[in-house]
């Protein structure tokens, strides 16, 4: 089961740097494919990044390619994205979403449980 709580967002100068949380309180996220997710005002969501089940392989987007970094903490339960170097254009609601299916790979995962969501603004 997963149930996902994202958290870190904020205001952040270009430039800097922020660290989101997906936390989950049901299964452990190792056996899970676990991707972030940004939508800005009038565009569509766009994938940015994803860690797959125990072999944790992971994978960018070219937009963040080298700026950001996806991990977990198995034993938080939680999948973190690092975000350094933040642009102007980074600034969006940030979402986390699993495919609920035990040992899925990013690569064809279907993404159905979703969190909440997270605002990243990126402004001097």
């Known amino acids: 089961q997963l149930q996902l709580v994202e958290s870190g967002g904020g205001l952040v100068q270009p430039g800097g740097s922020l660290r989101l949380s997906c936390a989950n309180s049901?299964?452990?996220?190792?056996?899970?494919?676990i991707g972030w997710f940004r939508q800005a005002p009038g565009k569509e969501r766009e994938g940015i990044s994803c860690i797959s089940n125990k072999v944790g392989a992971t994978y960018y987007a070219d937009s963040v390619k080298g700026r950001f970094t996806i991990f977990r903490d198995i034993a938080k339960n939680t999948v973190y994205l690092q975000m350094n170097s933040l642009k102007p254009e980074d600034t969006a609601v940030y979402y986390c979403a699993g495919d609920s299916r035990y040992g899925a790979s990013c690569p064809g995962a279907d993404f159905g449980s979703w969190g909440q969501g997270t605002q990243v603004t990126v402004s001097s």
């Open positions: 049901g299964f452990s996220l190792e056996y899970y494919a």
